[in-house]
């Protein structure tokens, strides 16, 4: 099964751009779902069909799914919100405001994850268009899974003496269903962990970033595909949308149309060697199988939608004199703006306001971190025996 995960700033075109891409490989016999994880529920417009929190068949070969919060947490994490539930009324809390309070952090976009991971389990699809929420969302759920397991490692430090059979005990004493809520989560964490192996597996997917040839939207493309890099998700190409074409560059246009020119060269410029596609502003609001079709046909042409259009390998560790290197591709980043700090074999590599784990081969546990240094777009991490 592939997954291709469509990217981009709120407002250029995610939405338009996943849907045309999962009918155009719909229409090539590619059993297909398109998934939105976006809250504004712009898919079932773009394919101007009611949809539901469960896929169903909107064409030949082509599913569609709306993300429903409430739905979702109800199907994948009901067990844990009861034992939250549970936990809040016995330290006398109101019923509507320990409902309130029942929901974790990361629950509602964890829940995107456990869909995937019922897919890609079940092989169900050949391949998952996901139209995401705008870039910072994106992000947050792409490193969902480390920070949720953090965050309820801490809330609830006991979850080791659960898993011991004290869970029961628990229960039997306070009304707390401990046990049951932490297996569940154990359940859950392991779910959440398998997938994102999956997703930063090169092979099954690839992150498509949407841009519009604006200044600030650029600028946050370029962000994006250096935290993309730093995660390891493999980006695979790039879109321009609504290019208006040169004749239209007239009267209250003309400055606007220059520009958009040179955005686009910019664009070519920052991003090559990704592979950079050209959309065409449509002159019209874009939905309906028929102008969704048009577009998917003039993005790819002749090109696989489904087919990994790009591929790079943006960490990798060898050995060097007496110690190892380790290199990291961090495109559109600056000398100073990365911090770095080792703890045993795990590296923690803070950027900007996002920050990854990557943990190295058992034996780095016993050498040092010598120093970091950045030779653009490479992070080079020196470690000495």
């Known amino acids: 099964m592939r997954i291709i995960l469509f990217t981009g700033k709120g407002g250029v075109g995610k939405t338009t751009l996943s849907a045309a891409t999962a009918l ?5 016999g590619i059993k297909t779902l398109v998934l939105s994880t976006d809250p504004a529920h712009s898919l079932s417009d773009a394919l101007d069909r009611e949809l ?15 993300f ?3 739905y979702s947490m109800k199907k994948h994490w009901e067990s844990v919100r009861q034992l939250m539930l549970s936990v809040f009324k016995f330290q006398g809390v109101k019923n509507v405001v320990a409902e309130e309070l029942s929901a974790l952090p990361g629950m509602e976009e964890a829940s995107a994850f456990l869909w995937l991971e019922e897919y890609y389990r079940k092989k169900e699809y050949e391949l998952v268009v996901i139209d995401s929420a705008p870039t910072g969302e994106t992000l947050s759920l792409l490193s969902l899974p480390q920070v949720t397991q953090s965050w309820v490692m801490k ?5 080791r003496f659960a898993m011991k059979g004290f869970g029961a005990m628990v229960r039997t004493m306070t009304g707390i269903p401990l ?10 964490f392991d779910k959440l962990e398998r997938i994102q192996q999956v997703m930063q597996d090169p092979e099954v997917c690839s992150i498509r970033i949407v841009v519009n040839p604006e200044r600030m939207v650029i600028k946050e493309a370029k962000r994006a595909y250096s935290y993309l890099q730093l995660y390891g998700y493999n980006v695979d190409g790039v879109i321009v949308n609504r290019i208006f074409p040169e004749e239209a560059g007239k009267g209250v246009f003309r400055k606007y149309v220059a520009s958009q020119q040179q955005y686009l060269q910019e664009i070519r410029d920052s991003f090559e060697p990704l592979p950079i ?3 065409e502003h449509q002159g019209q609001e874009v939905f309906g199988m028929e102008l969704l079709s048009r577009i998917g046909q003039s993005v790819y042409k002749d090109t696989d939608p489904a087919a990994i259009l790009y591929q790079d390998n943006p960490f990798e560790i060898r050995e060097e004199g007496e110690g190892y290197l380790a290199r990291i591709k961090l495109p559109f980043v600056e000398e100073g703006e990365v911090t770095l700090k080792k703890f045993g074999d795990e590296l923690v590599i803070s950027l900007g306001n996002q920050r990854r784990s990557i943990f190295l081969p058992r034996f780095a546990n016993y050498l040092r971190l010598e120093n970091y240094e950045f030779h653009a777009p490479w992070l ?5 025996r």
Do not use: S, W
Not at 52 to 66: C, D, G, S, T, Y
Not at 155 to 159: E, K, L, V
Not at 179 to 188: A, I, P, V
């Open 380 to 384: 080079e991490i020196h470690l000495a």
């Open 52 to 66: 539901k929190p469960e896929p169903q068949e909107v064409a030949p070969n082509l599913f569609a799914q709306e």
């Open 179 to 188: 046990d049951k809520g932490m297996e569940e989560l154990e359940t859950l």
């Open 277 to 279: 596609f050209e959309v």
């Open 24 to 28: 155009h490989a719909a229409r090539k």
């Open 155 to 159: 809330a609830f430090p006991g979850q």
């Open 68 to 70: 429903d919060v409430y």
